[in-house]
C-alpha cells in the first residue's frame, strides 16, 4: 500500500508546484518542464504498481446500476476533458466551466469511486479526486475572477461529441483487454 500513497502524494506534488512556489518554478525555466514531466510519470507507475499490489477491506462491489452510473459518468468526463482542447473559442461547456479538464478528471476519479469500493480505490482515486478540488481551488485563487471565453462554431460541439464516444468505445476496449469488463 506504501507505493500506492507515496505516488498519489508524488502525483500532488508537481502539478501544485507552479502555483504553490511559481518563482522557484520560474526560476527552472525550461529545465522545469522535463523535472515536472518525469515526477508525474513516477508518480503514475507507482499508483499503477501499488494499487495492483494493494489489498484491503471492500465496502462494496461492482453492480449493474453502478456500473452503468459509472459508464454515464465517464462519457461525462471524456466530454468534459475534451472542452478544454477547443481553444481558443470554446464549445458549449467550456463557456460554463473554468476547469473543464480538471472537473473531467474530477468526474473521472467520482465515477470510478462508485464502482470500487475498496480501500486501496478510497486512496487512488479518491486521493485524485480530492487533488482536483484542491487544484481548482488554488487556481481560482492566483487567477481571480474568470471570464468566459467565446463559444465555438457547432461544428466544433459536433466534433467533440463524436471523438467523445470515440474515446469511449476505445477506453471501454483497453478495460476489456485488461480484464476490467466496463458493461457489467
Excluded at 501499488?50 to 468526463?77: C, E, H, K, P, T
Excluded at 482515486?125 to 481548482?136: D, R, S
Aim: proline content about 6%.
Amino acid at each position: 500500500m506504501i507505493w500506492l500513497v507515496l505516488g498519489v502524494v508524488l502525483w500532488w506534488g508537481p502539478h501544485l508546484f507552479k502555483r504553490v512556489a511559481p518563482d522557484l518554478r520560474e526560476s527552472m525555466g525550461d529545465a522545469g518542464k522535463g523535472v515536472v514531466a518525469i515526477l508525474v510519470l513516477l508518480s503514475v507507475i507507482l499508483m499503477v504498481i501499488g494499487y495492483r499490489q494493494a489489498d484491503g477491506a471492500v465496502f462494496w462491489g461492482r453492480n449493474s446500476a453502478l456500473v452503468g452510473i459509472n459508464n454515464l459518468l465517464m462519457l461525462a468526463a471524456f466530454y468534459c476533458f475534451g472542452a478544454s482542447a477547443a481553444k481558443p473559442a470554446k464549445v458549449w461547456l467550456g463557456t460554463k466551466l473554468r476547469h473543464p479538464q480538471l472537473t473531467g478528471f474530477a468526474i473521472w476519479a467520482f465515477a470510478h469511486l462508485l464502482v470500487n469500493g475498496d480501500v486501496p480505490s478510497f486512496i487512488l482515486f479518491g486521493g485524485l479526486l480530492a487533488w482536483a478540488f484542491v487544484e481548482m481551488a488554488v487556481i481560482n485563487r492566483a487567477e481571480g475572477p474568470w471570464t468566459p471565453p467565446p463559444q465555438a462554431p457547432a461544428k466544433k460541439e459536433i466534433t467533440l461529441v463524436v471523438v467523445t464516444l470515440v474515446l469511449f468505445a476505445v477506453t471501454s476496449g483497453v478495460h476489456f483487454w485488461l480484464g476490467y469488463p466496463v458493461f457489467g
